[in-house]
């Protein structure tokens, strides 16, 4: 698809960078080629890229009589598009690339999708919003509690304990943050001391697959730096509303209603430092 929308078109011309050599959108020092995948993605709430075979799954609101969010699907490499209807209010997505599972909450609870692509219920009776997964499954109900699910078994997550959350992810060391209102914080896992970020404010916290934290906010990407225990700036894309990579680490991002994959074109200049 080649049709760009002004507003895409504004913030391609605000990332291009003035080294008139390279060309394209930058990210983490490299140049992509934009590829639109998808439009009309209405309000997306929560997406996941299963890497296992390409497919992003995500969850939106159907401009509908009454209101209504869906689980949605999209194979990048044939372009296939659906809808995978049976979960109520599907709003939580999640991927365990393991054991090859997609997990998906709703108002009804949790279901995990079969072979089939058809969804299966947990014995999890809570109104999910979002999910996160890293060895085990996290999710943050209605309520803004967030809770494990490991082995069948439920437990509050410790060290969120009294704190409401929107949404949470842990990085590859084992530090988890967490968005309240925009805002974002960060606590060790096992520890009760919560650090925040107020500098920017954040629309989507997510991980690519080494589980680096990916922090994006109204001012552009940054990445969790572990060392410095800052924000670094790695792209000036902005109020994006969901992020994703897939095996190679190219992006996979919705701004405005619109999915785009970034493609790392190899003939492209690369910057030098
Ligand atoms: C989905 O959630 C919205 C907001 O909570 C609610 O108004 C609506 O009735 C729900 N839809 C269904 C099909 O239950
Ligand atoms: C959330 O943040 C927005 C502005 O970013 C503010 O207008 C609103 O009052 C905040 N809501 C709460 C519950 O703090």
Same mark, same amino acid.
């Given at each position: 698809?080649? +049709? +760009?929308?002004?507003?895409?078109?504004?913030?391609?011309?605000?990332?291009?960078?003035?080294?008139?050599? %390279?060309?394209?959108?930058?990210?983490?020092?490299?140049?992509?080629?934009?590829?639109?995948?998808?439009?009309?993605? $209405?309000?997306?709430?929560?997406?996941?890229?299963? =890497?296992?075979?390409?497919?992003?799954?995500?969850?939106?609101?159907?401009? *509908?009589?009454?209101?209504?969010?869906? +689980?949605?699907?999209?194979?990048?490499?044939?372009?296939?598009?659906?809808?995978?209807?049976?979960?109520?209010?599907? *709003?939580?997505?999640?991927?365990?690339?393991? =054991? $090859?599972?997609?997990?998906?909450?709703?108002?009804?609870? @949790?279901?995990?999708?079969?072979?089939?692509?058809?969804? #299966?219920?947990?014995?999890?009776?809570? *109104?999910? #919003?979002?999910?996160?997964?890293?060895?085990?499954?996290?999710?943050?109900?209605?309520?803004?509690?967030?809770?494990?699910?490991?082995?069948?078994?439920?437990?509050?997550?410790?060290?969120?304990?009294?704190?409401?959350?929107?949404? @949470?992810?842990?990085?590859?060391?084992? $530090?988890? &943050?967490?968005?309240?209102?925009?805002?974002? &914080?960060?606590?060790?896992?096992?520890?009760?001391?919560?650090?925040?970020? #107020?500098?920017?404010?954040?629309?989507?916290?997510?991980?690519? !697959?080494?589980?680096?934290?990916?922090?994006?906010?109204?001012?552009?990407?940054?990445?969790?730096?572990?060392?410095?225990?800052?924000?670094?700036?790695? *792209?000036?894309? =902005?109020?994006?509303?969901? @992020?994703?990579?897939?095996?190679?680490? #190219? !992006?996979?991002?919705?701004?405005?209603?619109?999915?785009?994959?970034?493609?790392?074109?190899?003939?492209? %200049?690369?910057?030098?430092?």
């Amino acid at each position: 698809m080649k +049709l +760009l929308y002004p507003l895409l078109l504004s913030t391609i011309i605000t990332i291009t960078t003035a080294d008139r050599r %390279c060309r394209g959108v930058n990210f983490n020092g490299k140049y992509y080629d934009i590829d639109m995948i998808k439009e009309g993605i $209405n309000k997306i709430h929560q997406m996941a890229l299963n =890497r296992n075979d390409n497919t992003v799954y995500f969850t939106y609101d159907q401009l *509908s009589e009454i209101p209504m969010r869906s +689980l949605g699907y999209v194979k990048l490499d044939t372009r296939e598009a659906g809808l995978i209807g049976g979960i109520r209010n599907a *709003s939580g997505v999640a991927i365990d690339h393991v =054991r $090859n599972k997609v997990y998906v909450g709703g108002q009804d609870g @949790l279901f995990v999708l079969n072979k089939d692509g058809a969804p #299966e219920k947990y014995p999890v009776y809570d *109104s999910i #919003e979002k999910l996160f997964f890293k060895d085990v499954l996290f999710f943050v109900n209605s309520k803004g509690e967030a809770h494990v699910f490991d082995n069948g078994i439920l437990n509050p997550v410790i060290e969120l304990h009294n704190e409401k959350v929107d949404d @949470l992810i842990i990085d590859d060391d084992d $530090n988890l &943050f967490f968005l309240q209102n925009g805002t974002l &914080f960060r606590v060790k896992i096992g520890t009760r001391a919560i650090n925040i970020h #107020e500098r920017y404010k954040v629309n989507v916290i997510t991980v690519d !697959p080494y589980y680096r934290a990916f922090i994006v906010t109204t001012e552009g990407v940054f990445v969790y730096n572990k060392y410095k225990f800052a924000l670094d700036k790695v *792209s000036n894309i =902005r109020d994006l509303r969901a @992020l994703s990579f897939n095996k190679n680490l #190219e !992006p996979v991002y919705v701004v405005v209603d619109v999915m785009i994959k970034l493609s790392l074109n190899p003939l492209k %200049c690369v910057e030098f430092y």
